[in-house]
């Protein structure tokens, strides 16, 4: 019975039981009760139908026990505890109170673990009804059917805690119950943010009760990302609220993905396949472990493999595994070889389906799959495979299938290629590996295979054998002597050749140099048709060693054998003597020697019976010392008792004798008796062999030469020092060894030795073999024959060393000394140079010094045989990476041979400069620390050239050169300053000197000596005494006041005084100064006196001229001044009380501030005095002392201290009020005066609007009559007409004109003028006026007067008009004429003369005063006869003025009066007048159509204008608009797409500035070009309009060839512009059209320059415009980007003028443009046009050279 | 005609050489001034028989020159004719030119005949 271990219930209990009875409501009909309870009966919660069981317990509560609602007695309840416990379900009936109503009792007990929790569950039902809860047997407890849902599932709190998992779910996130719950599936996946926002909105959703299924995903275990569908659902589990989740894994769902997956593991598992084969041995394997994996990994059943047999036309079973078909497989198969062969063609398909439908047949087995496994030429086997279920073989498994068959088939292939390679290669190996010889083969006779036995015999790698020669492992000679190079080539040839096996002995030998003994065969192999050789080698050192043994014992007995028989013949003592001293020979002298015979002498111990007592122990000690260390005396002297008793001394000679091991076998002596005269012999070659040993032990170089001075005999000291080998001594002479420079010395030696004299000494030099000198000194002697000289023996000590110690020493010294004795740096390098090359060898020589900041190198000295002996600049480099540079870096000597140094040269990455030298040797030169430079010695030739120690001798003796150079450097240096001391000591006519405090003059220069001397009469030498005799009289001024300045300036107080000195008469400042040493002491003072007599002069005539200068200053008008800058009064004249009312005293030492009215213009004045030195009439107002202002001008100018420094001012003041008053009166008048000529000309301008809008229509209508096609005669009218109407307006212009002449702005135009037309055209204007007034008008012109003159033609035609209309107006009768003479002034000028004459009325002297003035008339009274402006003759006199001449009348009144002017006018040829009257015509005859009928719109609020305009337009051929106002216009220019706009400016309610504007405004670009039409014919008007938005202007009354030009004109401008655009596009591609080309520069400009100049002159123009221009653009370009646009007009204008100078028009034009337009303040256009200026710039040139050309 | 000396002030070395050119071609021997103060020092150390005077040069400009010329203490330099070559950048009149003491004026571009005349006309 399961215990409680607790019966107080928990409320986790009874909630547990609740969530319990939760989950089975769900599960059970609602009607069946449900009760849980306690295993112990303790029930614990129930459903609705339940509480009804329970209700006769009271109030609903769920108290009761088990027992009593089940009805049964507590034992009987507790056995039926004890089966649930058991899992069995008990049923029964319900016998116990049952409350009525509740129908029959039956119920079903189970026991349920929910929560790791036992509950009993208990239902209710009707009799006869099945339970709602599921068996027992099938699922024991609900929370299993959860738990093994095959979906994963999920329940989590509201707050997304998981409170429990299924299986599946843990198994889909891979990980365990404990881990995860409790935790929240925010945090269990690592979401990031949004997740988590996106979940847990999920989470509020299904919550809320929607069900929520959306797509999430998983990180599985290997990372990869799983997707899954989530779907949750609201659930109540545990009486709280939580979520279920369901998981759908989608890749299960999703069909396509999963064969995806699924291709992903065909080819895993086809990589598998052939990975796990490569292990596979055989085919069968292969093929086996294929189907066997093909089972493991897909969903085939089974399946066998047939393995075919080709030529049978058969397949055998080879392989069987899985489930097979119901009947046996058969054992073969029928394959015919041709459905075989039709795997491979193109119907392989068919072939395959044959074959499967074949082999369904034979195995019965319809699912089958047939895989032939093929090669690329054979059927090996055909797998056979089968599925129980046919949908498993979906088409890409087929196809997977398919491709293995071919994989499999060629793995087979290859492997069995494979595996028969193996094999064979295999047995070889075995062969080759097993044998007991070492093989080795060989190609092309070095070793390209070994056995494991060759290594071992050689005791080698593979490595050390394999490529090697058979020498290589041979002693160099083989036994028999030969080289076993040779040997071993000819054998292994001969058995190439021969194709014979050879077998013999080698001596071989192995890597650690060990010999051993082989028996070699050699055989040739063909394999694969090429020669090898195959070399057996068999060690037989064993038997050799045997074979040896055996040898060496016969040649020992045989020597032996020999040696005592050759002992018999000479008379020598010889015996042996075993190990133990026991005589085992003794020759037949020796028992002679000793009286005894063989017997008695033989097995006797030589020491018991032969030595005397006394000697006996030791010798025996001796002896078996000997054996022991098997070390000999050679030869020593003992005594031998002989059997008589004689004692004898023999001189021994003992060996040892050994056996064939070389162990010591006894010891044989040879003895030779003291006495015989051979043994003497004997001794002294012994002795000579000894000397000859004492020579070679010499160190002392020992010779001996013959006469000829052929080597006889040389040491080996000799021979190793002077590098010499026997050879060599054989074919050298004494000549060839001595130093050239010794030679001379050592033969005549040597011929004084032969002539018998004694040489005792000897000093010379041989050199080596190598060529260095080794120093000898020692003794020769000569050897005599027949007293003839036959050799010489010379033993010679080396001295080198001590030779080159010291010359070092010497050099050393030498160099000490060179700063001192060299007479500048250049002349002590090259001292130090030959210095040096006493000591060592010095063909190449280099010193550098640096700097002390190591800033630069100088090669101060460099002798090099790479480098020209002439160049002896020096050579300076910045200090960088250089050889040198590294030595003076490190400090340290360097010997370096050529590789040493490169090697150096890499790793520190320094260059070398020059020639790479065989070897170096460099040293830096060093002042204590401080490293100056380097020194450098090198050889480009002879590597031996020098030797490791000569840098101890370089650097020994740098550190002297460093000194030397260092000190004479400085020596230079102070010599240089000394000369520039001196040269200021001794300059000038200063004097100075210097005195110790003894008054000894210690330094004076020159000056001063000379005025001493001057006065002493005698050389004034150093360290005189200024108080000696001599002098103490000669002091100017006295001693006694120079001794009191010397005094006071010992004292260290510096004196400066004047002097006047007598003689000559003179001025001296002098100044006195202790000389101060650096510790602050001084012995000496000096002195300097500075010749101020000038100064002095000039000081005392300013002094005298102050006097007269105050004089004046006193009796001055004006005020003068002078006051500090701070403004104090310093001086001022006494005047100053006429001006202001102070006197002198009143103001000086006050400030001068007080006075000004303003003290601003006093700050004024000071800063622009500063700024200008000198101010004049500078105006101020000043208060007098009365408190009166008065103006005063102010005069003043800086006044300098001594140093040059500002430090006052000084000037007049000068009372001006009064000049004031008048001035300022003087600028009222002047102003009021040019405000009414403002007023004037804005009359006229008026005027001249309101006459010209009339004149307007006359003349437009006159225009265009004239353009008609009339007769003759209204042709006559209308050009009269048109005369007239243009004089007319001439005559209007006149008004303007004045005013333009009033502001000098009227310029003159001239041109060719026909003379004669002019006075025609002044006739055909007056004609009609006269014939009125019935007057004579003629005119008439003088001979010799030029027709064709130039001038401007208007205002002459003005002139003549006034005259002539003047003379009309006043003249009632009688005639006008007009005559016109002239005066040559020079060639091409002439003075024009006319004379108006009329008969008229005439004018009074008085009158003809006032004619010429504007705005009079003669006749002034109201009753005025005469009309007119009264301007006409202040015009024409003007204008006369203009055009060079004058104007005047004579008149008498009453008789009528000429009025004249005369004008200087230019001649002009008639042909250019015609010209150019032609084109003007031609202008307006040619004024024909224009082509393309512009569409114009006309603007104009005049009826009449726009009446003439129309016409106008109309005959020009366009079709024109026409608008009243502004507000028409925009209308009209909005609606329509005009070529161009004429808009009239003065208009109602809008005028034509404003429309424009809005006209501009909206249609921006595409806005046609608007030409203002304006009556303000001033120029500045239309470029005011032009300024305000119009594009052009045209001024009224407007003409037709005006309206043509200006369309002409812009409709080129569109045109071009188009042009331009299109120039553009050409332009990006590669032709350029050579017409742009052409254009950039005027062919007629560039002929006339080559014409001036000539070809190369243009050509040079041209170039300098390019270079100019540049720079000029340049310069342009950065003005523009600060936007300083005035700042390039004057570049424009330069480029301008240029430009159209030498014919570059275009550009010319843009520099206008841009000029223009920049004036005028218009920038918008600035940018763009100065890039066009650019581009045509560069086009010019790219073009220009070719264009000149 | 022997080598009348001509003073060419300009700061266009293109038209100064083109100018020189011309004029040496007419065996007229040339000095030049790049700016108005070259233009003085070489007056005050030649003798010059004809100045050709650009009126836009830099330092002081020909019109300035001009006046400082005309109103040197020499007579000989005061008197020296001078001929003003321009472009007319500010619009100069002749009465301006008359003003400062300019003898004639060549306008931009050159005509090179009218400058020979010119210059001719001057030193004659």
């Given amino acids: 019975m399961p215990s409680t271990p607790n019966r107080q219930l928990n409320a986790e209990t009874i909630e547990q039981a609740n969530s319990l009875l939760q989950v089975l409501s769900q599960l059970t009909k609602p009607d069946h009760g449900l009760v849980i309870a306690l295993p112990n009966g303790q029930v614990l919660a129930a459903n609705t139908a339940g509480q009804t069981r329970c209700a006769p317990v009271a109030d609903n509560a769920p108290a009761q026990d088990l027992p009593t609602l089940l009805g049964i007695s507590a034992r009987d309840y507790a056995a039926l505890a004890e089966r649930l416990c058991a899992q069995e379900q008990v049923d029964g009936s319900s016998t116990g109170a049952l409350p009525a109503g509740s129908g029959s009792g039956q119920y079903t007990c189970r026991l349920m673990h929910y929560q790791q929790r036992a509950f009993i569950c208990v239902e209710f039902t009707r009799p006869g009804q099945p339970a709602g809860l599921p068996p027992v047997a099938e699922q024991d407890s609900y929370h299993t059917i959860f738990e093994n849902s095959l979906d994963p599932q999920f329940i989590l709190d509201p707050e997304g805690h998981f409170i429990d998992f299924n299986q599946s779910a843990l198994a889909l996130i891979g990980r365990t119950r ?169 119907d392989k398909g068919q072939a395959l389906a044959q074959l499967r439908s074949h082999f369904a047949r034979q195995l019965q087995q319809s699912e089958l799959r047939v895989v032939p496994v093929t090669t690329d030429k054979d059927v090996i086997a055909f797998i056979l495979v089968w599925a129980e279920d046919q949908s498993k073989m979906p088409p890409s498994f087929l196809a997977l299938l398919d491709f293995i068959g071919s994989a499999i088939g060629n793995y087979i292939a290859f492997h069995q290629l494979q595996q028969q390679l193996l094999h064979s290669e295999d047995k070889y190996r075995l062969l080759f590996e097993s044998s007991y010889d070492a093989i080795l083969l060989f190609k092309d006779r070095v070793v390209v295979e070994c056995n494991e036995k060759a290594l071992e015999l050689f005791r080698c790698t593979r490595e050390d054998l394999i490529g090697h020669m058979p020498h290589d492992f041979s002693p160099k000679y083989q036994p028999d002597g030969m080289l076993s190079a040779h040997k071993a080539n000819h054998l292994m040839q001969e058995v190439i050749t021969r194709g014979k096996p050879v077998t013999f002995e080698w001596k071989s030998r192995r890597k650690d140099g060990t010999r051993f003994d082989a028996e070699l065969s050699v055989s040739r192999l063909l394999l694969d048709g090429e020669v090898y050789l195959q070399l057996f080698v068999r060690d037989i050192t064993q038997r050799k060693q045997v074979q040896q043994a055996r040898r060496r014992e016969e040649i020992l007995q045989e020597s032996m054998e020999q040696f005592r028989n050759f002992l018999e013949k000479v008379d020598l003592i010889h015996y042996s003597l075993d190990t133990q001293g026991n005589i085992v020979y003794a020759n037949n002298y020796f028992l002679r020697y000793v009286e005894y015979s063989r017997e008695e002498l033989l097995g006797r111990n030589f020491y018991d019976l032969l030595v005397p007592e006394p000697d006996r122990e030791q010798r025996k000690i001796d002896f078996r010392k000997a054996l022991e260390t098997r070390q000999l005396t050679s030869f020593y002297e003992r005594d031998v008792l002989t059997k008589s008793g004689l004692l004898k001394t023999i001189r021994w000679n003992c060996m040892f004798e050994y056996g064939p091991e070389g162990e010591i076998t006894g010891m044989t002596s040879v003895g030779k008796d003291m006495t015989d005269k051979r043994i003497a012999m004997e001794a002294l070659k012994d002795n000579k062999i000894r000397l000859q040993d004492v020579f070679d032990n010499a160190h002392d170089l020992i010779q001996n030469i013959s006469v000829d001075n052929k080597f006889i005999f040389v040491n080996k000291a000799w021979k190793e ?135 630069f190198l100088n090669f101060v000295y460099l002798v090099d045989q790479h480098l020209d002996k002439a160049v002896k600049t020096q050579i300076k480099r910045p200090f960088s990476f250089g050889l040198s540079e590294y030595i003076i870096e490190t400090g340290k000597p360097m010997y370096m041979q050529k590789e040493e140094l490169l090697a150096l040269a890499r790793q520190e990455g320094f260059k070398i400069h020059g020639a790479v030298p065989e070897v170096i040797l460099c040293s830096p030169l060093a002042i204590g620390e401080r490293i100056i430079g380097v020194i450098t010695l090198q050889d480009y030739q002879n590597p031996e050239a020098y030797v490791s120690t000569d840098i101890e001798i370089l650097h020994f003796i740098s550190n002297q050169v460093a000194l030397a150079i260092e000190r004479k450097r400085n020596e230079e240096q102070i010599n240089n300053q000394n000369a520039r001391l001196n040269a200021i000591f001794e300059s000038g006519t200063h004097h100075m000197w210097s005195l110790n405090r003894g008054y000894e003059l210690t330094s004076f220069n020159r000056n001063f000596a000379a005025s001493f001397e001057r006065r002493i009469g005698q050389k004034l030498m150093p360290y005189t005494r200024l108080d000696d005799a001599p002098l103490l009289t000669v002091h100017e001024n006295s001693f006694k006041f120079w001794d009191e300045k010397y005094q006071l300036a010992f004292e260290g107080k510096p004196q400066h005084f004047e002097v006047h000195l007598q003689n000559p008469e003179s001025w001296r400042e002098v100044y006195l100064n202790p000389i101060y040493r650096e510790d602050g002491t001084f012995e000496e003072i000096s ?75 006093r700050e004024i004045l000071v800063q622009r005095v500063l700024e200008q030195e000198s101010i004049r009439e500078f105006e101020v107002q000043m208060v007098c002392k009365d408190g009166t202002r008065k103006t005063v001008l102010l005069d003043a100018r800086l006044v300098y201290d001594d140093q040059g420094d500002p430090m006052g001012l000084e000037g007049v003041a000068r009372d001006v009020s009064e000049l004031k008053r008048t001035q300022i009166a003087l600028l009222k008048a002047k102003e009021e005066a040019e405000n009414l000529l403002k007023v004037k000309t804005q009359f006229l301008a008026n005027m001249s609007h309101e006459l010209r809008t009339p004149m307007n229509g006359i003349i437009g209508m006159i225009d265009l009559l004239s353009q008609m096609n009339n007769d003759a005669e209204q042709s006559e009218y209308i050009d009269t007409l048109r005369k007239s109407s243009d004089a007319l307006l001439a005559i209007l212009n006149d008004i303007l004109d004045l005013s333009k002449i009033q502001a000098g702005k009227l310029v003159m135009h001239e041109s060719g003028v026909d003379l004669h037309e002019t006075l025609d055209k002044i006739h055909s204007l ?325 014409s001036i100049g000539g070809e190369d002159f243009t050509k040079h123009v041209y170039t300098e415009f390019e270079q100019e221009a540049a720079q000029l653009l340049e310069e342009a370009k950065k003005e523009l980007q600060a936007q300083q646009y005035k700042s390039i007009l004057s570049t424009l204008h330069q480029l301008k003028g240029t430009g159209f100078t030498l014919g570059i028009n275009q550009l010319a034009e843009l520099a206008k443009q841009l000029e223009h337009d920049i004036k005028h303040d218009h920038f918008e256009a600035v940018e763009d046009n100065f890039n066009k200026l650019l581009e045509q710039y560069h086009n010019y040139c790219k073009a220009y050279k070719e264009i000149i050309i | 005609m022997a080598d009348k000396t001509i003073l060419i002030a300009e700061d266009s070395s293109v038209i100064l050489n083109l100018t020189k050119k011309i004029l040496e071609l007419q065996n007229y021997k040339i000095l030049t001034a790049k700016n108005g103060g070259e233009v003085l020092k070489q007056v005050e150390s030649n003798k010059i028989d004809a100045i050709l005077m650009d009126l836009n040069i830099p330092v002081k400009n020909g019109m300035d020159c001009t006046r400082e010329i005309r109103a040197h203490e020499n007579k000989e330099i005061a008197n020296i004719p001078i001929i003003a070559v321009t472009g007319n950048a500010n619009n100069y009149s002749m009465e301006d030119f008359k003003q400062v003491g300019i003898n004639d004026y060549l306008p931009k571009p050159l005509d090179f005949d009218a400058l020979v005349l010119t210059v001719k006309k001057y030193t004659a």
């Fill in chain 1, 178 to 346: 404990a881990a995860i719950l409790g935790e929240s599936i925010f945090r269990s996946f690592g979401l990031n943010l949004f997740e988590r926002v996106a979940l847990r909105g999920q989470l509020r959703q299904a919550l809320a009760g929607r069900l929520q299924k959306f797509e999430w995903w998983l990180q599985g275990q290997n990372q990869e990302l799983l997707p899954i569908e989530i779907t949750l659902q609201a659930g109540r589990f545990k009486q709280q609220q939580v979520i279920f989740g369901y998981v759908k894994n989608l890749y299960e769902m999703i069909d396509a993905e999963q064969d995806v997956r699924f291709r992903n593991h065909q080819l895993e598992f086809i990589n598998q396949l052939i990975t796990k084969l490569s292990t596979s041995d055989s085919q069968l394997q292969v093929l086996d472990f294929t189907l066997d994996e093909l089972l493991a990994k897909s969903d085939i059943s089974g399946g066998c493999v047939y393995t075919t047999f080709f030529l049978e036309n058969k397949a055998r079973l080879s392989y069987t595994a899985g489930k097979m078909g119901a009947t046996l497989l058969p054992a073969e198969l029928d394959v015919s070889g041709q459905t075989m062969r039709r795997l491979f063609s193109s």
């Fill in chain 1, 721 to 855: 020092r002077l590098g010499y080998t026997d050879d060599d001594i054989e074919s050298l002479t004494l000549n060839d060894i001595v130093h050239p420079y010794y030679k001379a010395k050592l033969i005549y030696q040597l011929r004084n030795l032969y002539k018998g004299e004694n040489v005792n000494k000897i000093e010379t030099v041989f050199l080596t073999k190598a060529g260095k000198p080794i120093h000898l000194i020692g003794s020769i002697t000569c050897s005599w024959q027949d007293e003839r000289p036959v050799a010489t023996r010379a033993i010679l000590h080396d001295i080198t060393d001590r030779i080159k110690a010291e010359r070092l020493q010497k050099v050393y010294y030498s160099i000490a000394n060179l700063a001192i004795s060299s007479k500048d740096l250049h002349s002590l390098y090259s001292a130090i140079h030959r210095e040096l090359s006493k000591i060592i060898e010095t063909r190449n020589i280099y010193i550098a010094l640096c700097d002390r900041e190591h800033t």
């Fill in chain 1, 1087 to 1161: 002195g300097i006196a500075l010749d101020i007599t000038d100064k002095k002069a000039s000081q005392l005539a300013l002094a005298k001229s102050e006097e007269k200068f105050r004089h004046i200053f006193e009796s001055f008008q004006d005020v003068y001044y002078r006051i500090t800058l701070g403004g104090k009064f310093e001086l001022v004249s006494p005047s100053v009380k006429q001006l202001l009312g102070y006197t002198e005293e009143e103001i000086v030492d006050h400030n001068v501030s007080l006075l000004y009215a303003y003290p601003e213009d």
């Fill in chain 1, 1326 to 1650: 007056f004609a009609n006026r006269a014939q009125q007034k019935d007057l004579d008008f003629t005119y008439s012109i003088s001979p010799g007067t030029p027709r064709y003159i130039i001038t401007d033609e208007t205002r002459l035609l003005q002139i003549l008009s006034n005259l002539t209309s003047n003379a009309i107006k006043f003249t009632s009768a009688g005639k006008v004429s007009i005559k016109v003479s002239s005066t040559a002034l020079s060639e091409d000028k002439y003075r024009l003369h006319v004379r108006v004459k009329d008969s008229g009325i005439g004018i009074s002297a008085q009158d003809q005063q006032l004619l010429f003035t504007e705005f009079t008339q003669v006749d002034n009274s109201s009753t005025k006869t005469f009309g007119g402006t009264g301007l006409g003759l202040a015009i024409s006199k003007q204008l006369t003025h203009m055009l060079g001449g004058n104007i005047g009348v004579e008149s008498v009144p009453g008789d009528g009066s000429t009025f004249w002017f005369d004008i200087v006018v230019g001649s002009a040829s008639e042909a250019a007048v015609k010209e150019q009257l032609q084109r003007q015509q031609q202008q307006l005859s040619e004024l024909g159509t224009l082509d393309n009928c512009p569409y114009v719109l006309l603007v104009d609020d005049n009826q009449i204008n726009q009446k003439v305009a129309l016409k106008q337009l109309e005959r020009l051929g366009c079709r024109t608009d026409v608008a009243s106002n502004g507000y028409e216009a925009i209308a009209q220019a909005t609606a329509h797409a005009y070529d161009i706009i004429f808009m009239d400016i003065q208009m109602p309610e809008m005028d034509g500035v404003t429309a424009t504007r809005h006209i501009k405004e909206q249609l921006g670009k595409a806005c046609p070009p608007i030409v203002a039409m304006t009556a303000y014919s001033m120029k500045d008007d239309g470029i005011k309009f032009m300024n305000q938005g119009l594009d052009d202007y045209v001024s009224k009354p407007v003409k037709s060839s005006d309206l043509h030009a200006i369309i002409t004109k812009w409709e080129n401008r569109e045109r071009a512009a188009a042009v331009t655009q299109q120039q553009l596009l050409q332009q990006e591609q590669p032709q350029q059209a050579p017409v742009i080309q052409q254009d950039i520069i005027d062919r007629q400009v560039i002929e006339q320059l080559r």
